[in-house]
C-alpha cells in the first residue's frame, strides 16, 4: 500500500475527514503500518497504552477478561480506530485486540497522536464524540445485560 492509498483510507475515517491531505500524509508517513494474521494481538488488556490502530482493511474482536472468561464485546473493521483511551488517559489497555481476520493497519504512536490533536482542535472534537458514542453503547448493553439477569430472577 502507498503512502497516497493510506492518505485516502485516513480520508474516509470520520476522525481525520477534516484534516487536509498534506498533513494526512505526514501522518501516514509518520505512522507505521503492520499487518496481523488471524488470532494475533495487537495489544492485551492491562498493557500500558504506547499508540493507537488505524484499521485499513480486516477485522478484530474487542475482548475483555471476565471472572467467567475471556468475552468478545465488539468486532471493529475497516475505518475504525481503537487504542485511544490508553494514550488519552495514561491507563492500562480497557481491552485485547485481537485479529479476527488478516488485519491491515497504521500504528499511531502517543506522540504522533497528541501532535495531530493539537495542530488540529477538530479532531480531539471527533476523538470525544467517538469515545462518547462507545460510552453511550456500553451503557446501553449494560442495562440490557442487567435488565435479562433481572428477568430470570
Do not use: W
Not at 500500500?1 to 491531505?21: G, R
Not at 499508540?51 to 475504525?80: Q, S
Not at 493539537?118 to 460510552?135: S, T
Request: hydrophobic content about 45%; proline content about 3%; charged content about 25%.
Amino acid at each position: 500500500m502507498s503512502i497516497e492509498q493510506e492518505v485516502e483510507a485516513l480520508k474516509n475515517i470520520p476522525l481525520f475527514a477534516n484534516i487536509e491531505p498534506s498533513r494526512l500524509k505526514l501522518m501516514a508517513f509518520a505512522s507505521e503500518r503492520l499487518i496481523f494474521k488471524v488470532g494475533q494481538e495487537l495489544f492485551h488488556q492491562g498493557d500500558a497504552g504506547d499508540a493507537a490502530y488505524i484499521f485499513i482493511d480486516g477485522e478484530a474482536d474487542v475482548i475483555v477478561d471476565t471472572d467467567d472468561g475471556p468475552l468478545v464485546v465488539a468486532t471493529f473493521g475497516k475505518n475504525e480506530f481503537v487504542g485511544e483511551i490508553a494514550i488519552l488517559c495514561d491507563v492500562p489497555r480497557t481491552a485485547t485486540i485481537k485479529a479476527k481476520s488478516e488485519l491491515i493497519t497504521l500504528k499511531i504512536t502517543k506522540e504522533l497522536f497528541f501532535n495531530m490533536v493539537m495542530d488540529f482542535p477538530e479532531m480531539g472534537v471527533e476523538v470525544m464524540r467517538v469515545l462518547a458514542h462507545r460510552i453511550d453503547k456500553t451503557t446501553s448493553q449494560l442495562t440490557d445485560a442487567r435488565n435479562a439477569i433481572a428477568d430470570k430472577s
